[in-house]
């Protein structure tokens, strides 16, 4: 592999914190989950090897010393070259520059080869899966006739991870239509013991103001049954992530997976070109400036109903698990 100049990251004096960039490896995936609104025909449907390196490069330009590389899909198990070339390729990095670097990727769990699993587990990569609980709930999600034993492979591939050594989290969404069922659901997934469980809601129509206070009185009732969430990250729609798409584009604030739903939000979040940043500090956002551009796209009207109401239902969760009632 040639050698790639990683510019401030360098920085002889580190900065303390953590810089963080979450990375979409594919569109390509092999569910069409009904709260999923990433636009499968935009290209190119996978990550140019040449643009991974661009986006490591911009990762490990940050003056920070902890780093963190979340990689993402569409399903990254159907891109397996991508995910190798992405851990690899950053692990060596990482060496190179005595920065600490975690590496996460978000999964469906279906399609990985035991090779690709041992892989992960060998690498340290922490594993954030996406399960929103029993059979039902998963093929209900799932948006395609998911065969029994698609499930079982599901949950054959954590139960693998895990027994490889894996950091394994659980990550179940939760669908305005299947609130009723959240804390159903996380006794399902608490129960198989595969590692800690997050809920998280699905950002999709729905969500009035009756299901958001089931999802509260549900979170609170997971909550006295061992759920153990930090919800310091919500609203995630006003969180200035820094996001890079499959064709070099860097977005502050993920809205990727509402291309198809909300397409002036993710417009508005985009930044420029890999090749327009030296150091990925420079795209370091607030939360201010998050809502700030929310409420322009609100004002101008070009926001569909149900943004305000994620964003509402965010806050609400923040502040009552915080405080521990429903008001
Ligand atoms: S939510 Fe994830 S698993 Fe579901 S269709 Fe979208 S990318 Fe695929």
Do not use: D, T, V
């Given at each position: 592999m040639e050698q790639v100049n990683y510019g401030s990251g360098n920085n002889p004096d580190p900065q303390p914190g953590k810089a963080d960039l979450l990375l979409a490896l594919t569109r390509r995936c092999n569910l069409n989950c009904r709260y999923c609104f990433i636009d499968r025909r935009r290209k190119p449907a996978d990550l140019p090897r040449k643009t991974l390196k661009l986006a490591l490069k911009l990762l490990f330009?940050?003056?920070?010393?902890a780093l963190s590389l979340q990689l993402f899909g569409g399903e990254p198990a159907l891109a397996p070259a991508l995910v190798f070339d992405a851990v690899a390729i950053s692990r060596r990095m990482e060496a190179e520059t005595g920065k600490r670097l975690e590496i996460s990727l978000t999964t469906n769990?279906?399609?990985?080869s035991d090779a690709a699993l041992r892989f992960l587990a060998k690498e340290r990569v922490g594993i954030l899966a996406s399960l929103d609980g029993d059979e039902a709930a998963q093929t209900w999600r799932s948006?395609?006739?998911?065969p029994k034993r698609d499930f079982i492979r599901m949950l054959a591939a954590a139960r693998r991870l895990k027994r490889l050594g894996c950091r394994l989290r659980l990550n179940m969404v939760v669908a305005p239509e299947k609130v009723r069922r959240l804390h159903k659901n996380f006794i399902f997934l608490k129960t198989l013991g595969l590692g800690e469980i997050q809920a998280a809601y699905a950002?999709?129509?729905?969500?009035t103001a009756n299901r958001r206070l089931q999802f509260l009185k549900q979170l609170l009732k997971a909550k006295a049954s061992g759920l153990r969430q930090d919800w310091e990250i919500e609203p995630v729609l006003t969180h200035p992530q820094i996001f890079c798409d499959c064709d070099g584009v860097v977005s502050v604030g993920c809205a990727a997976v509402l291309e198809t739903s909300a397409p002036a939000l993710a417009e508005s979040f985009k930044m420029g070109n890999l090749g327009n940043f030296s150091s990925l500090d420079d795209l370091a956002g607030s939360r201010r400036e998050q809502e700030t551009k929310i409420s322009r796209l609100a004002a101008q009207r070009?926001?569909?109903?149900f943004i305000p109401e994620v964003i509402a239902l965010g806050n609400a969760a923040k502040s009552v698990l915080g405080r521990g009632k429903v008001s």
């Open positions: 330009s940050s003056s920070k010393k769990l279906l399609g990985w948006g395609i006739n998911l950002l999709a129509p729905g969500w070009a926001l569909p109903r």
